[in-house]
């Protein structure tokens, strides 16, 4: 079992900055691919971006790309979402999930453990 615990999350002006952080509870975090997802009010769970085990590769979603970049700390048990240039269409709920497997995937059924999230407002 592996627990993601998001955090970073909050209120932040159109074009301003956040990072968000996920800190997993698993022995293994380097043997899992990351995600981190999106879901805004009435709108189905959005692929933000993964990254392989190592950090190496990483794959970003089309409505993030040039935008957001996600990285990863092995030693740290943590991966990290920084956002930059914000819009307001960016506001959404952020989840953390891991999958226990050696691919990355943008689609939310193929990932084993979920965080709780955590919200990012942006505002115009």
């Known amino acids: 079992q592996v627990q993601l615990v998001e955090s970073g999350g909050g209120l932040v002006q159109a074009g301003g900055s956040l990072r968000l952080s996920c800190a997993a509870s698993?022995?293994?975090?380097?043997?899992?691919?990351m995600g981190w997802f999106r879901q805004a009010p009435r709108k189905e769970r959005e692929f933000v971006a993964a990254?392989?085990?190592?950090?190496?590769?990483?794959y970003n979603g089309d409505s993030v790309k040039g935008r957001f970049t996600i990285s990863r700390d092995n030693a740290k048990n943590t991966v990290y979402l920084q956002m930059n240039s914000l819009k307001p269409e960016d506001t959404a709920v952020y989840y953390c999930?891991?999958?226990?497997?050696?691919?990355?995937?943008?689609?939310?059924?193929?990932?084993?453990?979920w965080g709780q999230g955590t919200q990012v407002t942006v505002s115009s």
């Open positions: 999930a891991a999958r226990a497997t050696a691919t990355m995937s943008g689609r939310p059924g193929d990932y084993d453990y």
């Open positions: 698993a022995r293994t975090f380097s043997s899992y691919v």
């Open positions: 990254i392989n085990w190592g950090g190496i590769s990483t």
